[in-house]
């Protein structure tokens, strides 16, 4: 980006955001009002594609400022397949958005306290996203909606990075797998960029622009041992992981 913008940069970055909540705002009260009206089948169709637009809609407008960039076509080859989980790193605070934006079949799996969240609750219960009130009750669902043709996108680390390559991985995706006996897709978010990674302040200005890449990884099928299989794709994230830049210039 030119000399000339960067006094601009800052306060453009905070509108994309504040562009990203408020529609989100929106939508739930869309949702709010489709979630007693419509079958259950038909509101967790039609609220997953409607969140995957609208983030996509914020991608192409993000690209427009010149400053934050998404480079995810190969998620296009999920888009329609039924019965997937879909594991990524997580160096961002945007990555869900990243990933669910090119996949219209995807729930993702929320804090019980964000159900309550005026925006994100309403529309994550029409899409009938995954609640983690309890493990149990997590994995049973999780295995429920992909066996209905769902896909789940999934943050083994459970939280955005804060050591390299990669936070422990927690369990419970392996085992859903197995349960519903269907394949995880691992899938690397790569960017050169400390923007809203863990411990990166809102007010602070990134170097510009800002780019995120999303590449596919290799495949593994349901494993009779959950355990021996989250050990095996933490390794294999660990080693296929790009370095960043540092989080602080």
């Not at 800052?10 to 909540?21: E, F, H, K, N, Y």
């Not at 869900?96 to 090119?102: D, K, Q």
């Not at 999934?154 to 797998?177: H, K």
């Not at 800002?210 to 596919?216: A, D, N």
């Amino acid at each position: 980006m030119a000399r000339v913008f960067q006094p601009f940069a800052w306060l453009a970055l905070q509108a994309m955001l504040a562009v990203l909540g408020l529609s989100s705002l929106a939508w739930n009260g869309v949702a709010f009002a489709l979630y007693p009206l419509l079958p259950a089948a038909v509101g967790r169709r039609i609220g997953r594609a409607a969140i995957a637009h609208g983030y996509g809609l914020y991608w192409r407008f993000a690209a427009l400022t010149g400053m934050l960039y998404l480079h995810a076509d190969e998620l296009d080859r999920l888009r329609d397949e039924p019965g997937l989980i879909v594991v990524a790193n997580h160096p961002s605070m945007l990555d869900a958005v990243m990933l669910v934006a090119r996949l219209p079949r995807a729930a993702c799996v929320m804090k019980a306290s964000l159900m309550r969240n005026p925006f994100l609750a309403a529309g994550a219960r029409l899409a009938r996203y995954i609640r983690n009130d309890t493990p149990k009750g997590l994995v049973r669902r999780a295995v429920d909606d992909l066996k209905q043709g769902g896909q789940l996108v999934l943050f083994p680390e459970g939280t955005r990075t804060t050591q390299w390559p990669l936070n422990p991985f927690r369990p419970g995706f392996t085992l859903i797998a197995k349960m519903a006996g269907v394949p995880i897709q691992t899938v690397f978010i790569d960017t050169d960029s400390p923007y809203l990674g863990k411990g990166w302040p809102l007010w602070q200005l990134p170097p510009l622009p800002i780019v995120f890449s999303v590449r596919l990884g290799r495949r593994f099928e349901p494993s009779d041992d959950p355990a021996a299989q989250l050990a095996e794709i933490e390794a294999y994230f660990a080693a296929g992981v790009r370095p960043a830049s540092p989080k602080v210039p």
